[in-house]
């Protein structure tokens, strides 16, 4: 299915790079393609070292990770892999002003960027059914383990590597994006022929709407759930409760990444599905290049998420164990009060006693006083 980049041949039907003479130049202005370039490097510096600041803080209590978190963790290595792989050679092109690798580096460019954005998505898909089975079924806990998680890893990998090759070995191919200083999927197969159809079909229903619907659906019924559960665990034992806000907050964590993410690669798929079996060239190249950058903006948002909800839990935590600690020393000081009470009160009467007695024992003493005065009279 692959096509011959080559060719040169004026049929307003095939793809924009076979018509274009230069397909790897630059369509923008080179006012556009700076910005652009200076965005992307922002991007890729704050995405860089946030994420491995997260890879690095995991591998710090790497024997403490739960289950959740190491899944959590993959996501992270595929936005350090987007930036550090993929980045560089869209920021070298914008401020070159064209595409600068060839086709051998606009096929490897699509292969990572399509790699490291499907395991994203096929993790979060994990993730999401690890919360909704978590927290919908809780027997499902007792039995996951770090084991099945790195199982979980190798089959998301898997599954990863099958799809984004098979466009190498001739079922489709990579192409370079409309305005020329990217690559990406080669889209517009579906436009020439019906193999290309079936082959972006199966593209989008196993990497992007299967996924996204398992994710929906398991946070769904998540939100059911926890509504419907909140006010339960509230009466249970303290240990139950706080481990019942931990999986909310991995939940929370889960729940914002996966937003995030799609509200950054939707408007791109919704472009790329219009270049596929829509009207391409009704897209103007000016407004194409717009979904395309908040797409590669997407690895830059989940360092972000851990923050914060770390902040937030930890505050909370905080707060948790200060009212901990005023309730204990209330306790304490009620309980010696009463301690104080009880001992003043057995004091009283113990003295009480002793006094009954000692008065008893005097007034025995003098009948026995009196009784020997009668008898020596």
Not at 355 to 369: I, L, Y
């Amino acid at each position: 299915m692959a096509l011959n980049h080559t060719a040169l041949p004026q049929d307003e039907h095939l793809p924009h790079y076979l018509r274009d003479e230069d397909p790897f130049a630059s369509k923008l202005s080179w006012e556009a393609d700076l910005v652009a370039g200076f965005y992307l490097t922002i991007i890729g510096i704050l995405s860089t070292f946030g994420n491995g600041y997260v890879l690095y803080m995991s591998y710090r209590r790497k024997k403490k990770l739960r289950p959740a978190e190491i899944m959590t963790i993959n996501l992270a290595v595929c936005d350090l892999g987007i930036s550090v792989v993929g980045k560089p050679f869209t920021i070298i092109s914008c401020f070159c002003h064209r595409w600068v690798f060839g086709w051998f580096g606009c096929r490897w460019y699509g292969w990572a960027g399509f790699f490291f954005g499907c395991g994203s998505l096929i993790t979060m898909t994990a993730v999401s059914l690890d919360r909704y089975l978590k927290i919908c079924y809780l027997s499902y806990g007792v039995w996951l383990k770090r084991k099945h998680a790195y199982i979980c890893l190798a089959v998301i990998w898997a599954y990863a590597s099958f799809w984004t090759t098979m466009p190498l070995v001739g079922l489709g191919d990579y192409a370079p994006e409309p305005f020329g200083t990217s690559c990406t999927l080669d889209w517009w197969l579906a436009q020439a022929s019906g193999g290309g159809q079936v082959f972006i079909l199966s593209i989008l229903f196993f990497c992007l709407l299967l996924p996204t619907a398992v994710i929906v659906f398991s946070y769904a019924k998540i939100i059911a759930k926890v509504k419907s559960s909140s006010k339960k665990v509230a009466h249970f034992d303290s240990r139950i409760h706080s481990s019942h806000v931990l999986e909310v907050k991995l939940t929370k964590v889960a729940m914002l990444i996966c937003a995030g993410f799609l509200v950054a690669w939707i408007p791109y798929a919704v472009v790329s599905v219009w270049s596929a079996f829509g009207r391409p060239d009704s897209i103007p190249i000016q407004l194409s290049v717009v979904p395309t950058l908040l797409a590669k903006s997407a690895a830059m948002y989940n360092p972000i998420i851990y923050q914060v909800i770390d902040y937030r839990f930890a505050c909370c935590q905080t707060g948790r164990l200060r009212a901990t600690k005023k309730k204990s020393l209330e306790d304490f000081r009620l309980h010696t009060v009463t301690a104080v009470r009880k001992s003043s009160a057995v004091l009283e009467i113990h003295q009480e006693s002793s006094s009954r007695f000692t008065s008893a024992h005097v007034m025995d003493g003098e009948s026995h006083s009196n009784d020997g005065d009668c008898d020596k009279k």
